[in-house]
């Protein structure tokens, strides 16, 4: 059975940091890439990064660049988000998704239905 579990989530001061994690079982990451989602209350859910883990490279969404960081470990089948310089408006519920074949490239709406499967998300809040 493929499943996703996230952890790493927390309370958290503005410009401190996180790292979450996303653990994958049931399949391995080789083919796969991993997007990392992120829903606030009372907003839609949005994309903030992806990673091909057939190769390494990855994407961020213009409002995290700079400070987030996705990166795979294979061995592992772990993917991680580090999450640095923190402000409050990236509280949220995050989570993680899979899709068969690259990252679409791009973090618009309607991204989050090329995914197949989800975790189950982790909280993260960033408050004083």
């Known amino acids: 059975q493929l499943q996703l579990v996230e952890s790493g989530g927390g309370l958290v001061q503005p410009g401190g940091s996180l790292r979450l994690s996303c653990a994958a079982s049931g399949f391995t990451l080789d083919y796969y890439a991993i997007g990392w989602f992120r829903q606030a209350p009372g907003k839609e859910r949005e994309g903030v990064s992806c990673?091909?883990?057939?190769?390494?490279?990855?994407n961020y969404a213009d409002s995290v660049k700079g400070r987030f960081t996705i990166s795979g470990d294979n061995a592992k089948n772990t993917v991680y988000l580090q999450m640095n310089s923190l402000r409050p408006e990236d509280t949220a519920v995050y989570y993680c998704a899979a899709r068969f074949g690259p990252c679409p490239g791009r973090f618009d709406a309607g991204t989050r239905r090329e995914y197949h499967y989800w975790g189950q998300g982790t909280q993260v809040t960033v408050s004083s």
């Open positions: 990673i091909n883990n057939s190769g390494g490279s990855a």
